[in-house]
């Protein structure tokens, strides 16, 4: 059976770039002016496939992507529109072919289906329809742009990253790409955090973008404010070009199922969120009913919430599920007695290997702040970084019961918890609720 996996990492063509001419990058009016950037680790090869194995293990129901039929002329690329035809024929209707197996199916194509003013990417990636650009990307020719630029003519470098970090925020689309004849960059941006939350004591981040480099592809994580892009080159394995494609497919599978929205920090790429009673992959959004022993839970903004990546233990003999929490009963007794960090029985998290969630995930070096569970999935526990877990803070909202009228919140198990307002502190313009493993915030309390 031909998969999905074995197609998007089928033998690309051979472009011959002889005639491709030197000379500058285009400008793009008003673009940001990155410093630097930084490896967005966790977007590898064993992390993706890991996350997309179902999907990928599909059979593949496309055309063939055997290229008998090609002339020696259609492969000679002398200009970046000879380069763009060439993708248009050769690459990106594999990649579209193997996305239309998804329920958003979603499209690569041109960046003129969806063009703002002063930004005219020239890729698109837009669902069904929606033409919205989830991944907006352009074409260079290896000649003008590679990755080690940063360092050997950074003025060409800056152009070439700013340009598609101005499409991203233009759109804003979380992920964008560079494609060229010898590799990809594949781009993620962060905002930088300006209102109060937990990382405003710490030191401003240098303008920065982050990426990662498959024998031809690179991956970023760019802040937008202060810029970065996830960039070292980082090679997949083996390496070969044609992970570029599957790289292609994984970002626009991410953008149209795991969220596009431009945040202050990510949760891992591996890892699920809590969402009423079911768990949420935050990368497929596939959804299941009940963690696994191993899953990385963590929400959205992690850094604001103060979440940690924990890999789930067994159960242990002091009344706890196999999630680490105590059952409604015992919980709720004991929610309302302990301070932070008064924890004095140290079994409870034998099983759990717990650290603060940062910008890139488990297995990530080189972020502020990065760590990541031991074992955990899409992470290979090596010199990570473990550190004493924080309550993780969830933000809630107070209803009253329709009969009753007993103010009542869900709680991070989606279950419904009845509360008064003598139980949660006022803070600032707020309401916080202290209890074992969290801290529940509200903005009001009904009256």
Known sequence: MVTLLSTLTSKNPQLDTSKV?????TVCRRAKEPLGWIPWAEFSYDNLTAIFNEQLMARYDGPSTSRTSTLPLDLEICNEQTFELALHRFIMPTVNHCLAVSSTKPHYGPGSRCTLPDAKPDWSCVGRGV????????????????????????????KVIGQVMTYQLKFASRYGFIITD????????????????????RGRRPE???????????AS????????VDDQPLDWEVNPPQYAILALWCLAMMSVKGGNNIDCSYPALNSWRIEGSRYVHNSSGVTKKRAGRRDVIQGRDPDAAGDWFYAEGEASSSGQNEYGQRERGEEDEEDRDEEDGDDDDGDD??????GVGGDSGPGTHGGEGDAGPV??????????????????????????HFLTRRPYFIDARGREVDTDVTEWTRVRHHYE??????IYVADTFPE
């Open 208 to 218: 920065l973008v982050q990426s990662v480099n498959y024998n031809n592809v690179d």
């Open 221 to 228: 994580d760019a802040n937008t404010a202060a810029s970065f």
């Open 21 to 25: 001419p030197l000379g500058p990058n």
């Open 131 to 158: 033409y919205f650009n989830y991944v907006p990307g352009d074409t260079k020719l290896s000649a003008k742009f590679w990755p080690s630029m940063l360092d050997t003519n950074f003025r060409e470098w800056q």
């Open 375 to 400: 074992g955990s999935h899409g992470g290979d526990g090596s010199d990570t970084e473990t550190i004493v877990p924080g309550l993780r803070r969830m933000h809630v909202s107070i209803k009253k």
């Open 182 to 201: 010898d590799v990809l960059v594949v781009m993620r941006i962060t905002s930088e955090r300006t209102g109060p939350g937990i990382a405003t004591s």
């Open 349 to 354: 998290d034998a099983g759990d290997v717990d």
């Open 433 to 438: 609720l202290s209890g074992r493993r969290h």
